[in-house]
């Protein structure tokens, strides 16, 4: 539970013993500390598991184990003694549940057999699984056609699990298959293809021992990929440069002591990464981007070579970026013409530079432009196929970008439906599928009528959170793959079932012999994952089990050989080296030690796009600002974004401290400029209401408490999943629809003022 809200700031290193205490905290809270401990040797091994935490990659070379703080609590949430059974949901109802705060839904423990929902008594029952594929598949065929199911999938799935999950959905008719990369990295998958020809990050771990400048632009890595701290120490120690793109001066931008390094954790002292953190406003990066490319047009030396052998658009993009007056580069940015020029010459003087992003730069109306601009940033100075240098999009889940890879995607690429066709004799879909942002309309509409959740939390990892929780409820059926309960089995369906799975930990065992399953990480290297604890009970069954059991029930007529498939993972394996473009030869392949890395043209120079050059892409200024709504608001407006906390992953809270923030009991808080908090005449944790304001009217968040913060002037931030209820359902990026959830135009009022 959340006691009371208490502000300190925290001006210690990330890492360090804090961390070192927090994992403790958090294997004994969830009751495995002993054995955790051996847990944790095992994961990022080639040997062991994959942390079920994010997508950055493990280093070739260990020492003991990969520590993180964070992975540890993925790993104990998952790990934990506490279990959800059948006792449990008799005595609760399905209302009294959804009464409890999310914090408390996950704190129940694992889910340990099938349940459905019984409507009469409001109660969730066990059911058999058998019984529970014939109830989904009752549902299914009822449907006048496929496109009025939608089947959502949230990152943590394996390759394997993913390939068979799109292969059942796409025989079953429909490409409706959203997934939480549409709420993610999304406009990276849309935006990189039109620069480069590929969608995914084009340098590899052992770049960043060659590179002389990371940019990181908009990504929290002291929380949201800590492994990523021992990367950028490396770096500074080799004398490299770090610069921080960030409206808030993340502790992990700042300094970092290496829990598994004695003599740092010793002095406390650590090592300083970012030489500086620029603050831009939010949504500033295109401006500021353009900016810097403005400056070393201008006073720096660009690569000829490599831009007249690789690219196409540089004249153009040259005059747009000279032509760009420089007082509204500096109010868009936010950052002076000074600033943007010592960047400048940071970069030209650079030999080789990476630039790294995440959710600050995705989340925003024009996100799809801004990582082109990030990419006309790299282009300038070759900073693309060769050693040191290159694009590196920060994914989320650990297995998100795998996910897409195996052909979860709402918008598949036609070669791959053809790959489909030839290989299993049947006519894909074309018709491309629904999104989130699409889905979540469809089911409100009454377009669609079943909703299948593979992993995640739906209802509350999407935006609008009244919206998409009424569009759950006038579903026919909604169903969850899950490890743990969440708001979407709460929220549900007329029909609901529930079907808990293994995790990443466990062993997965089919026909007797042990199963290994794999993953691709952020930095396109595939290696096979090992569970290694007994299952949090036996009657879970596996991703990949629970997806051929469905579609045995619901195709019986299919002649893919589901059951054959599961009991195997090495032919559903040989399946995907069947069709999936790079994974030729998998199984002898992928169980290697280290797995391998996925071709990437772009690291060779060559560029997949449609003019096979690399393409420099920009829009004028004004236009890109315009994608941001900008109503006549009656009284002060402010710019807000909604961020992890330190102490959760995404939609399931760990704990109430925010530790590197200085924010702990409570997660109602709004961060503002003190300027800000002064001039609308609040005082420091008065509680107010955030209002946010979009075409279609109000949407309201009650209770935040106001602390002022180092953030620029008319900024505000918040937590996400709370402030999910502000997010409009119809804003989203450009071409991506990636909801903009760091870009919520919203006004403060006292509670009484309504
Ligand atoms: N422990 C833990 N690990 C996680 C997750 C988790 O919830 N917990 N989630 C996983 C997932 S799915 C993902 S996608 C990643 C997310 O990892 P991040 O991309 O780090 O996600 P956020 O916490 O949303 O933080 C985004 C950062 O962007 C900054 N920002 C916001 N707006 C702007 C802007 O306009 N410009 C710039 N330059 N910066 C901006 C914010 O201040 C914040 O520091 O982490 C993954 N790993
Ligand atoms: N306002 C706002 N909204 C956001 C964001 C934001 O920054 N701000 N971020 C967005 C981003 S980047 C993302 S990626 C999405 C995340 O959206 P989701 O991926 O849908 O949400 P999660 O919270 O990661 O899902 C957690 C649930 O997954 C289940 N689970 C855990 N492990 C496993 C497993 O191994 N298998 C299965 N089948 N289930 C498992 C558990 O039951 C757990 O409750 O949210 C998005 N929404
Ligand atoms: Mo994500």
């Given at each position: 539970m959340a006691d009371a809200l208490k502000f300190h700031p925290y001006n210690r290193a990330a890492g360090g013993w804090g961390a070192l205490r927090a994992s403790l905290r958090s294997m004994r809270q969830e009751g495995i500390l002993t054995e955790g401990t051996a847990l944790l040797l095992r994961s990022n091994q080639a040997e062991g598991f994959d942390c079920p935490?994010?997508?950055?990659?493990?280093?070739?070379?260990?020492?003991?184990?990969?520590?993180?703080?964070?992975?540890?609590?993925?790993?104990?949430?998952?790990?934990?003694?506490?279990?959800?059974?059948?006792?449990?949901?008799?005595?609760?109802?399905?209302?009294?549940?959804?009464?409890?705060?999310?914090?408390?839904?996950?704190?129940?423990?694992?889910?340990?057999?099938?349940?459905?929902?019984?409507?009469?008594?409001?109660?969730?029952?066990?059911?058999?699984?058998?019984?529970?594929?014939?109830r989904v598949a009752r549902h299914l065929r009822t449907l006048d056609s496929p496109d009025r199911a939608i089947f959502y999938t949230s990152g943590r799935t394996s390759n394997e699990a993913a390939f068979l999950y799109q292969l059942f959905v796409r025989q079953f008719g429909t490409n409706n298959l959203p997934d939480c990369s549409n709420m993610c990295h999304e406009p990276t998958s849309v935006g990189m293809p039109d620069s480069i020809g590929i969608g995914k990050g084009t340098v590899t771990l052992e770049d960043f021992d060659h590179t002389h400048l990371v940019l990181m632009f908009g990504h929290n890595p002291g929380t949201n990929h800590p492994r990523m701290l021992g990367t950028l120490r490396d770096v500074v120690k080799r004398g490299g440069r770090i610069l921080a793109f960030n409206p808030l001066k993340e502790r992990g931008l700042q300094r970092f002591v290496h829990p598994q390094n004695p003599a740092e954790m010793l002095s406390g002292q650590g090592t300083q990464l970012a030489s500086h953190i620029y603050q831009p406003r939010l949504g500033g990066d295109y401006a500021l981007v353009l900016g810097i490319a403005r400056a070393i047009l201008e006073q720096g030396t660009i690569d000829e070579e490599f831009i007249a052998a690789h690219t196409h658009g540089f004249a153009a993009f040259a005059e747009l970026a000279r032509n760009t007056a420089w007082s509204q580069l500096e109010s868009e940015s936010g950052l002076s013409r000074t600033e943007l020029e010592e960047i400048g010459r940071i970069y030209d003087t650079s030999p080789a530079s990476i630039i790294t992003w995440g959710m600050g730069i995705t989340q925003h109306p024009h996100a799809?432009?801004?990582?082109?601009?990030?990419?006309?940033?790299?282009?300038?100075?070759?900073?693309?196929?060769?050693?040191?240098?290159?694009?590196?999009?920060?994914?989320?889940?650990?297995?998100?970008?795998?996910?897409?890879?195996?052909?979860?995607?709402?918008?598949?690429?036609?070669?791959?439906?053809?790959?489909?066709?030839?290989?299993?004799?049947?006519?894909?879909?074309?018709?491309?599928?629904?999104?989130?942002?699409?889905?979540?309309?469809?089911?409100?509409?009454?377009?669609?009528?079943?909703?299948?959740?593979?992993?995640?939390?739906?209802?509350?990892?999407?935006?609008?959170?009244?919206?998409?929780?009424?569009?759950?409820?006038?579903?026919?059926?909604?169903?969850?793959?899950?490890?743990?309960?969440?708001?979407?089995?709460?929220?549900?369906?007329?029909?609901?079932?529930?079907?808990?799975?293994?995790?990443?930990?466990?062993?997965?065992?089919?026909?007797?012999?042990?199963?290994?399953?794999?993953?691709?990480?952020?930095?396109?290297?595939?290696?096979?994952s090992q569970g290694i604890r007994p299952p949090a009970s036996a009657q879970l069954r596996s991703e990949v089990s629970i997806v051929a059991g469905l579609a045995q029930a619901v195709l019986p007529d299919s002649r893919i050989?589901?059951?054959?498939?599961?009991?195997?993972?090495?032919?559903?394996?040989?399946?995907?080296?069947?069709?999936?473009?790079?994974?030729?030869?998998?199984?002898?392949?992928?169980?290697?030690?280290?797995?391998?890395?996925?071709?990437?043209?772009?690291?060779?120079?060559?560029?997949?796009?449609?003019?096979?050059?690399?393409?420099?892409?920009?829009?004028?200024?004004?236009?890109?600002?315009?994608?941001?709504?900008?109503?006549?608001?009656?009284?002060?407006?402010?710019?807000?974004?909604?961020?992890?906390?330190?102490?959760?992953?995404?939609?399931?809270?760990?704990?109430?401290?925010?530790?590197?923030?200085?924010?702990?009991?409570?997660?109602?808080?709004?961060?503002?400029?003190?300027?800000?908090?002064?001039?609308?005449?609040?005082?420091?944790?008065?509680?107010?209401?955030?209002?946010?304001?979009?075409?279609?009217?109000?949407?309201?968040?009650?209770?935040?408490?106001?602390?002022?913060?180092?953030?620029?002037?008319?900024?505000?931030?918040?937590?996400?999943?709370?402030?999910?209820?502000?997010?409009?359902?119809?804003?989203?990026?450009?071409?991506?629809?990636?909801?903009?959830?760091?870009?919520?135009?919203?006004?403060?009022?006292?509670?009484?003022?309504?």
């Open positions: 935490g994010c997508a950055w990659p493990d280093p070739d070379v260990h020492s003991t184990f990969e520590f993180c703080e964070n992975g540890v609590k993925a790993v104990a949430a998952e790990a934990t003694n506490r279990r959800v059974t059948r006792d449990f949901f008799a005595s609760h109802t399905v209302s009294d549940l959804a009464g409890h705060d999310d914090y408390w839904l996950e704190e129940q423990g694992r889910l340990t057999e099938p349940m459905a929902y019984d409507a009469a008594s409001d109660h969730y029952r066990p059911i058999g699984w058998e019984e529970a594929f014939t799809v432009d801004t990582i082109h601009m990030l990419l006309n940033l790299l282009f300038l100075k070759g900073n693309m196929g060769r050693p040191g240098a290159g694009a590196a999009p920060i994914r989320g889940h650990s297995n998100v970008q795998g996910d897409r890879t195996m052909g979860i995607w709402e918008r598949p690429p036609e070669r791959f439906l053809d790959r489909l066709e030839e290989v299993f004799g049947f006519s894909p879909p074309r018709a491309p599928g629904y999104d989130v942002v699409a889905a979540v309309g469809a089911l409100e509409r009454g377009d669609a009528k079943v909703f299948f959740g593979m992993g995640g939390n739906f209802a509350n990892a999407a935006p609008d959170t009244a919206r998409t929780h009424r569009a759950l409820q006038e579903a026919e059926l909604t169903v969850l793959v899950t490890t743990k309960l969440n708001r979407s089995h709460v929220v549900h369906g007329k029909d609901a079932l529930i079907l808990p799975c293994i995790g990443r930990t466990e062993v997965d065992l089919q026909n007797g012999h042990a199963q290994g399953i794999t993953v691709e990480d952020s930095m396109s290297m595939v290696h096979i050989p589901w059951q054959d498939l599961a009991a195997d993972y090495d032919r559903i394996r040989d399946l995907i080296a069947q069709v999936v473009p790079g994974f030729e030869d998998f199984n002898a392949r992928v169980h290697r030690a280290r797995g391998f890395h996925l071709d990437l043209p772009p690291r060779r120079r060559v560029w997949p796009t449609a003019n096979g050059r690399a393409n420099f892409l920009a829009r004028p200024l004004a236009e890109v600002v315009a994608t941001q709504y900008s109503p006549e608001l009656p009284e002060r407006s402010y710019r807000l974004m909604t961020v992890r906390s330190h102490d959760q992953y995404n939609t399931t809270i760990y704990g109430f401290e925010d530790r590197y923030r200085g924010v702990s009991g409570a997660r109602n808080v709004c961060f503002i400029h003190p300027d800000d908090l002064a001039e609308a005449g609040f005082a420091k944790e008065d509680q107010v209401d955030i209002i946010s304001h979009w075409h279609d009217g109000e949407r309201r968040a009650r209770g935040f408490v106001l602390l002022p913060y180092d953030i620029p002037r008319g900024c505000l931030a918040g937590y996400y999943p709370e402030l999910n209820v502000l997010v409009p359902l119809d804003s989203h990026a450009e071409r991506a629809r990636t909801p903009t959830s760091k870009f919520i135009v919203v006004t403060l009022r006292r509670p009484a003022d309504v």
